[in-house]
């Protein structure tokens, strides 16, 4: 296992697409952080922001960072079937869970230590913006950590849907979908099977770990938690695939 994980580490990190990705992904999560902690602190007149509102401020652009997280998700294992690597990938590691674990594994430890690390320089620069008058940094840490835990899920839900769909136009489409557009729509849906459904569905559930949405009574953890469901849902019906069907 130790040769799998040597081997995908050195394919994630020697590919340029990859470094660009994790590159906007850091860059979205700073300068949209930045720029709303700029246009907060200007329509707040001089008066002191509070620390919740700031640290919220600070990580504005997690929703953008997201699709690029997923989107290198999606191409840690699409690229290899547009390109054909994915045969000389099987015939150097015939055990196709083992290859799918590795790069799993790989991608989860880049994405939560660079997902991390971006989310505390958003929160630093947002905060050294805004100069609330006090912060909770139990709440701010918590933040950050939860920041950085859901879009490590998001680049695995897209490395779920890139396994399932092995085409990547069609497996970003998916994410798109699955992580911003029926997230919104599922909360016009009537009754209170309908909200059930929308407190619960993916991203909606996930983001409880970064900011408590009103009227999701999911807790923070406990709505990542049913945000992973969904990803082990993709990346295991991916692997059952990947299984069956030919390179």
């Known amino acids: 296992m130790t040769d799998i994980l040597r081997s995908e580490w050195t394919k994630i990190r020697s590919v340029p697409s990859t470094v660009w990705t994790l590159a906007v992904t850091a ?3 700073i300068g949209l ?3 709303i902690s700029v246009a907060s602190k200007a329509t707040a007149d001089g008066r002191p922001i509070p620390g919740d509102q700031a640290v919220m401020a600070s990580l504005t652009g997690i929703m953008f960072a997201s699709l690029a997280i997923a989107t290198l998700g999606v191409l840690v294992i ?3 079937y547009r390109t054909g690597g994915i045969r000389t990938s099987l015939m150097a590691v015939p055990r196709r869970m083992s290859l799918l ?5 790989v991608f989860t430890v880049t994405a939560l230590v660079v997902c991390t690390v971006a989310s505390a320089a958003a929160v630093a620069v947002g905060l050294a913006i805004t100069r609330p008058a006090s912060v909770d940094m ?10 950085g835990l859901y879009l490590t899920a998001c680049g695995l839900f897209g490395l779920g849907l890139g396994t399932l769909v ?14 911003l557009v029926l997230p919104q729509l599922a909360g016009a849906l009537p009754g209170r099977w ?8 993916t991203t909606n559930a996930g983001l409880e770990v970064v900011r408590d949405q009103p009227g999701n009574p999911l807790g923070p953890w406990s709505g990542l938690g049913v945000y992973f469901l969904w990803v082990a849902v993709a990346v ?5 695939l990947m299984q069956r069907r030919d390179a």
């Open 166 to 179: 092995r085409h990547t136009p069609g497996a970003l489409v998916s994410a798109i979908a699955l992580m």
């Open 138 to 147: 139990g709440a701010a840490a918590r933040s950050v950590l939860g920041a």
């Open 27 to 29: 860059l979205l999560m």
């Open 194 to 201: 309908g909200k059930a459904v929308s407190d619960h569905f």
């Open 33 to 35: 952080g930045a720029l």
């Open 236 to 240: 295991v019906a991916g692997a059952v």
């Open 78 to 80: 699409s690229s290899e």
């Open 101 to 105: 674990g590795g790069k799993v594994v």
